[in-house]
């Protein structure tokens, strides 16, 4: 695989956040340093980063693909109210129960958890001390 400016600015981007972005708000990020990289190189290089290992995509969170610069294994979290995604540590354990267990070899895996985070957790409780 050929490095290029783009690309390397593409894992830079994901690399320092840790919004889980979709394409759109990488690209306008990209833009900011490139400022004639396209739409279609944007969404290019995410799939060439994740078919190589370098970047996670979470799928279809709210309609949107969402993208991840860490590679550890974790767990997300999706929103159901604010449809933002977090990071989940997975402990351990889990991981290895998994991989013994499976009648298969596991090269990895994708855990999605669905509720509220922590901020949407918190406004909820509060709105509820405060009726």
Request: charged letters at 25%; one cysteine or more.
């Amino acid at each position: 695989m050929r490095a290029t400016r783009q690309r390397a600015e593409i894992l830079e981007v994901l690399k320092n956040t840790k919004c889980h972005p979709t394409a759109e708000w990488i690209y306008n990020e990209v833009k900011k340093e490139i400022p004639d990289v396209s739409v279609s190189t944007v969404y290019r290089n995410l799939d060439i980063l994740e078919k190589s290992g370098e970047i996670i995509k979470i799928r279809g969170v709210y309609g949107k693909d969402r993208y991840d610069g860490d590679t550890t294994e974790h767990a997300h979290l999706v929103c159901t109210n604010c449809h933002g995604v977090s990071d989940v540590p997975i402990p351990f354990e889990l991981g290895e129960a998994v991989k013994e267990f499976c009648p298969s070899t596991v090269e990895g895996f994708a855990l999605t958890y669905y509720g509220l985070c922590a901020d949407c957790a918190r406004k909820l409780i509060n709105n509820k001390n405060n009726s």
